[in-house]
């Protein structure tokens, strides 16, 4: 059951609701979810059908409409691309956009430029630990999962600054004990 719901939670993450969980060999609560689940599935590939249906009738009504929607659709893909490869510096153009397109332009020019800052953060942070330097923080205002790493990356960087500074105190201790022990030996030998 779980391979079947990943595999149409695969299919439906591509645009494609025309696949149902196989249901033999189910029982009880395992059927009544599958069979819910197919049933969802069932009206939403029929809604995504008519919906496409409407789109492809408005569009071929309206060719410059066709065309904005292209370049935004290449738009996307150059940014998505773009942040795919480590490049979060790409935007998507905003002129010439309808108020949904730029929506959709800002709302990616966005996820791009919050990725863009916690990576160049978490960058700023490893060049610190490359030069020695253990008491640099992530400081920005996160959230979500950026939130979680900046907070497990400063509680290991806390946890490292004391470590080092344990060991430092360590061989400032051997090196008086050490000390002590020469100057009892000196103090030895010349006796």
């Known amino acids: 059951a779980a391979r079947g719901i990943q595999r149409v939670s695969e299919a439906v993450s591509e645009g494609d609701f025309t696949h149902r969980l196989r249901l033999e060999g189910l029982q009880s609560a395992s059927l009544v979810l599958g069979n819910g689940i197919n049933e969802i599935l069932a009206v939403a590939d029929a809604a995504v059908k008519d919906q496409r249906a409407r789109d492809t009738a408005e569009l071929q009504r309206r060719p410059d409409e066709a065309e904005a929607q292209s370049r935004v659709v290449a738009a996307v893909g150059r940014v998505v691309t773009a942040c795919s490869e480590g490049n979060f510096e790409e935007r998507m153009p905003l002129d010439g956009l309808s108020e949904t397109w730029t929506d959709v332009a800002l ?43 900046a907070q497990a990356t400063n509680s290991s960087l806390e946890q490292l600054e004391t470590a080092f500074l344990n060991i430092r105190e360590g061989v400032h201790s051997v090196g008086a004990a050490a000390a002590e022990l020469r100057a009892g030996t000196m103090d030895l030998a010349e006796r």
Not at 121 to 130: P, S
């Open 107 to 149: 709302g990616i020019n966005q996820i791009a430029e919050r990725t863009g800052t916690a990576l160049a953060d978490l960058r700023g942070i490893m060049a610190a630990l490359e030069a020695g330097n253990l008491r640099v923080r992530l400081t920005g205002e996160y959230s979500g999962t950026f939130n979680d790493i």
